[in-house]
């Protein structure tokens, strides 16, 4: 017997790499008052890397470049917040899915009909007020 197996994670590079990152916040660029404080710190930190003494590794120099770069930016223009949720999603759609959570972990313990008819209940219910908000 021959088979062919495929496998993929479940979580890709780009979803673990987005946490890893800081962003930064550009749009307080606009400001020309953090704009000359961010050009400000940028100069300032650059004329002390050409003022260092560098031995010529160029991996070294850009790691220098490329942590000046930031802490310039995060002194000046402080990290973006990350949004997580979209507007729409809500107190009520948070206690919509914990209620068939719980729905969900009763029918797996014990699935008596009752249970089916209580999980059926519950997420029409929180289907059909979700079409009643969003329409």
């Known amino acids: 017997m021959i088979a062919k197996v495929r496998e993929r994670l479940a979580v890709g590079k780009q979803a673990?790499?987005?946490?890893?990152?800081?962003?930064?916040?550009?749009?307080k660029l606009n400001e020309p008052?953090?704009?000359?404080?961010?050009?400000i710190e940028i100069a300032n930190r650059f004329a002390a890397l050409e003022n260092s003494d560098d031995d010529g590794d160029v991996n070294r120099t850009?790691?220098?470049?490329?942590e000046n770069i930031q802490a310039s930016a995060k002194e000046s223009l402080g990290l973006d917040e990350f949004k997580q949720n979209k507007p729409w999603f809500d107190e009520e759609c948070l206690s919509f899915?914990?209620?068939?959570?719980?729905?969900?972990?009763?029918?797996?313990?014990d699935p008596s009909q009752?249970?089916?008819?209580n999980l059926s209940k519950v997420t029409l219910a929180g289907i059909s007020g979700t079409k009643r908000r969003h329409i």
């Open 114 to 117: 009752s249970n089916v008819d």
């Open 62 to 66: 850009w790691e220098n470049i490329k």
């Open 33 to 39: 008052e953090v704009m000359e404080q961010y050009q």
């Open 16 to 27: 673990a790499q987005r946490f890893d990152r800081q962003r930064f916040n550009f749009r």
């Open 97 to 109: 899915l914990d209620q068939r959570k719980r729905s969900k972990i009763q029918w797996i313990q």
